[in-house]
């Protein structure tokens, strides 16, 4: 229920709910190293408690309108995910993000992922600027933001300390007038 299909491979995109934390923590032990290079997902949700509490964390903000949690399944498992990491309706803004188990890297399911979240932002929700925050060395997300058609803005040199190492943070974003007309672009 409430799943959006993300092209003829049978991934679908739903909303991961506080229900799914079994699932979830299933899914991050799978993916936790590779996840885990650049972000800190995998170290949040250790345990079934913690796994409980992060997806409720996001059932918290979807209630109040300060961010958004969505799986990406794949043949009935749930292989990765797309979200909103914070949400202004009122200033327009959000910061996107995702994760994916690293054997299904490679087939555009983020990128399609993404594209339907940020079309809801975009057309649903009236939010301006959809913003990526990501390490100068995590390519495989520095690709996402490119074929997002995003903009680069700059570097946070060193801004965010991450396992004993101070990663550059690019920022990257897109603005409504820029995705629509991309999107319009597209379908011609």
């Not at 996840?35 to 992060?54: E, H, K, M, N």
């Not at 913003?131 to 995003?150: C, D, F, H, I, Y």
């Amino acid at each position: 229920m409430f799943a959006t299909s993300l092209g003829d491979d049978g991934a679908i995109l739903r909303p991961l709910e506080p229900w799914h934390a079994e699932e979830y923590l299933a899914h991050m032990d799978r993916g936790r190293e590779y996840i885990g290079r650049y972000v800190a997902l995998p170290t949040v949700c250790t345990d079934l408690t913690s796994a409980r509490a992060f997806l409720q964390a996001y059932a918290d903000k979807t209630a109040a309108d300060t961010g958004r949690l969505l799986g990406i399944w794949l043949d009935g498992a749930l292989v990765g995910g797309v979200l909103l990491r914070v949400m202004d309706v009122t200033a327009g803004t959000c910061e996107a993000g995702c994760w994916l188990e690293p054997s299904f890297a490679g087939r555009g399911l983020v990128t399609r992922a993404c594209r339907v979240l940020i079309d809801w932002a975009v057309e649903e929700r009236g939010l301006h600027r959809v913003e990526w925050q990501v390490s100068s060395a995590n390519t495989a997300s520095v690709n996402v933001a490119r074929r997002l058609g995003m903009t680069k803005e700059g570097v946070l040199r060193e801004s965010y300390p991450y396992r004993g190492v101070r990663h550059d943070m690019e920022v990257w974003s897109v603005l409504a007038p820029e995705w629509r007309a991309a999107r319009a672009e597209a379908g011609r």
